[in-house]
């Protein structure tokens, strides 16, 4: 994984001691909170509803088990034992104090981590697919042009005060694993017919209060001048983007007001002046850069069948450790190797995402012992073990149960993601948490998900849509009427290749009739479906309208009995 040099590691000492500078002003009054707040919230500090939080970088999602043993000392000196993981790849700090923040920035700076621009109307954390690198599909390991890309926009003094904040994904295999076309601007890596590395730019796609997916803008563009035609790309929206209106400032909305082609052209038209300029990449910053990510020491070995790895378990646990192979172990490019995806969506115990001080600093140690010290986070808040030996996925998998980060629901209905929502963030209209682990508890039952097959299930809190729930395909989003939390159901989302917007089903419901809802879009699902078909082929075939009349039928039914 990539490594500072001494740029790098001044950039980051220096940022955090003029942040501690700002902070003590703040503290002692000189600096007031209106112009304090654009600078916290560029080192990621956010003044939340009961505490100040704190946004860290994992750019691209991958880390060191060095960085993740940090992570845990703040999550247990700082803040109350506890992360949470995003669905941007970053970890959240959700009751730490002002005063703590420069030396929590501090202690991350010691192992090459930092907050920089994990918050703010800048570039954010640029994400990317969790197994870049060793999926066995990908076509281009995306990790150095992601580092490049990291470079070039940290603290870019022209796109520090964009209209609104600016999310980058990077993709470079067969399965879009990014949510590319949910991104202000998406980029496709692959390699042309002469074997160049080439890439295809997505622009205008966001979720929030205007959901909409990504146009194709730019076709094989060449790699190393994607910084010159980036700029090009933030400079319309910079000029054109709306700064009246904070619900029309992302460029989702520029792109849609002109119409893809025509943001296309003057992109093209800006591109023209500065395409041949010094600011693009060079192949001696590929090399400094790519050298970095180089294979780790792989063994030798041949690939083992399935029936060899369950047969590594007593008769009396292969029907777990089956399940737990199907959902939570990828292929791998190397032969005799596999990732492993470790679950943070305990049933009805913690929220989605979440990991104490003791499991990152226990899943560490199985990272050092079982995938050569490195991790990734994911999309959907998991972690991922990315090179183990497939030799010993029984032997990680009776480490990692107690962990309990071994549940088989990788992919199944409870594999929920969701924001922090209204238990702790200023912003949202209703709480997520308690409503993934009512719905967790009323599915419990891993026979009937593994029935179920493939159903993502999202909730936010908001309209911002930090769950992501535009794309699930059942979407819960929080919404506020009169003071009281209810919620709205969406249908039919999807990410990845096939990746769509889901469709609100009706009026809103409260919120401890959300789990009855969910039983009755399940159901509907089941009566509905034809032998094996996942839940957003039947979704598709059969409409919204099956689901919808089920579920409010039942839930007039529900209220006259009530009465």
Same mark, same amino acid.
């Given at each position: 994984m990539y490594k500072y040099d001494s740029i790098d590691q001044t950039l980051v000492d220096q940022r955090v001691a003029q942040f501690r500078d700002q902070v003590a002003r703040r503290l002692d009054g000189?600096?007031?909170?209106e112009e304090f707040r654009p600078l916290r919230l560029q080192n990621g500090l956010y003044h939340q509803r009961h505490a100040y939080m704190l946004r860290v970088a994992i750019p691209y999602g991958l880390f060191s088990a060095k960085q993740l043993r940090t992570m845990a000392l703040i999550s247990e000196k700082y803040d109350r034992g506890y992360g949470h993981f995003t669905t941007r790849q970053n970890i959240q700090y959700n009751w730490v104090t002002l005063e703590d923040t420069p030396d929590i920035l501090a202690e991350l700076a010691k192992v090459e981590m930092h907050a920089?621009?994990?918050?703010?109307?800048?570039?954010?954390?640029? %994400?990317?697919?969790?197994?870049a690198g060793v999926a066995a599909d990908e076509y281009v390991d995306t990790r150095p042009i992601c580092e490049l890309l990291r470079q070039w926009s940290t603290l870019h003094p022209e796109f520090a005060h964009l209209p609104r904040k600016f999310k980058f !994904?990077?993709?470079?295999?067969?399965?879009?694993?990014?949510?590319?076309?949910?991104?202000?601007?998406?980029? +496709?890596?692959?390699?042309? !017919?002469?074997?160049?590395?080439?890439?295809?730019?997505?622009?205008?796609?966001?979720?929030?209060?205007?959901?909409?997916l990504g146009s194709l803008i730019k076709q094989d563009l060449p790699w190393n001048v994607l910084p010159s035609y980036l700029t090009a790309l933030l400079r319309v929206y910079n000029r054109?983007?709306?700064?009246?209106?904070?619900?029309?400032?992302? &460029?989702? &909305?520029?792109?849609?007001?002109?119409?893809?082609? +025509?943001? !296309?052209?003057?992109? +093209?038209?800006?591109?023209?002046? &500065?395409?041949?300029?010094?600011?693009?990449? %060079?192949?001696?910053?590929? +090399?400094?850069?790519?050298?970095?990510?180089?294979?780790?020491?792989?063994? %030798?070995?041949?690939?083992?069948?399935?029936?060899? &790895?369950?047969?590594?378990a007593p008769e009396a646990e292969k029907a777990a450790f089956t399940r737990w192979l199907e959902r939570n172990v990828k292929p791998h490019q190397v032969p005799g190797y596999a990732s492993v995806i470790l679950s943070l969506k305990p049933h009805g115990t913690v929220a989605p995402g979440d990991a104490t001080n003791a499991q990152m600093n226990a899943i560490a140690d199985l990272s050092d012992q079982y995938s050569f010290g490195e991790l990734r986070a994911t999309h959907e808040q998991n972690l991922v073990l990315a090179d183990v030996e497939q030799a010993k996925l029984y032997e990680l998998w009776q480490e990692a149960k107690k962990q309990k980060v071994a549940l088989p629901n990788v992919g199944l209905l409870t594999d929920i993601i969701a924001c922090p929502g209204g238990d702790f963030c200023s912003l949202a209209n209703a709480k997520s948490l308690p409503i993934a682990k009512a719905i967790q508890e009323r599915f419990d039952d891993l026979d009937y998900l593994f029935d179920l097959g493939d159903i993502s299930l999202n909730i936010s809190g908001c309209i911002n849509s930090c769950g992501h729930h535009h794309v699930g395909n059942i979407g819960v989003l929080g919404v506020d009427k009169d003071g009281e939390e209810w919620y709205q159901i969406t249908l039919g989302g999807e990410q990845g290749n096939d990746a769509s917007i889901g469709k609100v089903i009706g009026p809103s419901f409260y919120a401890d009739e959300i789990p009855d809802v969910i039983t009755n879009v399940i159901n %509907?699902?089941? !009566?509905?479906?034809?032998?094996?078909?996942?839940f957003i082929e039947t979704y598709r075939r059969i409409g919204v309208t099956p689901f919808k009349e089920a579920t409010y039928k039942n839930a007039k039914k529900k209220e006259k009995e009530a009465s």
């Open positions: 000189t600096l007031a909170e920089i621009q994990t918050s703010g109307n800048c570039i954010r954390n640029i %994400t990317s697919d969790a197994f !994904a990077v993709n470079g295999a067969k399965e879009d694993r990014t949510v590319l076309l949910c991104h202000d601007v998406g980029i +496709e890596l692959k390699k042309n !017919a002469a074997g160049e590395l080439t890439a295809d730019i997505y622009a205008g796609g966001g979720m929030g209060r205007t959901p909409i054109f983007g709306r700064r009246d209106n904070l619900y029309k400032a992302r &460029i989702k &909305i520029l792109v849609k007001a002109l119409g893809p082609e +025509e943001f !296309a052209r003057q992109v +093209e038209s800006e591109w023209a002046h &500065i395409k041949n300029g010094d600011d693009n990449f %060079t192949q001696a910053e590929w +090399e400094r850069v790519a050298k970095h990510f180089t294979k780790p020491a792989y063994k %030798t070995l041949s690939a083992l069948t399935d029936e060899q &790895i369950i047969n590594m %509907t699902y089941v !009566a509905q479906r034809t032998g094996d078909e996942p």
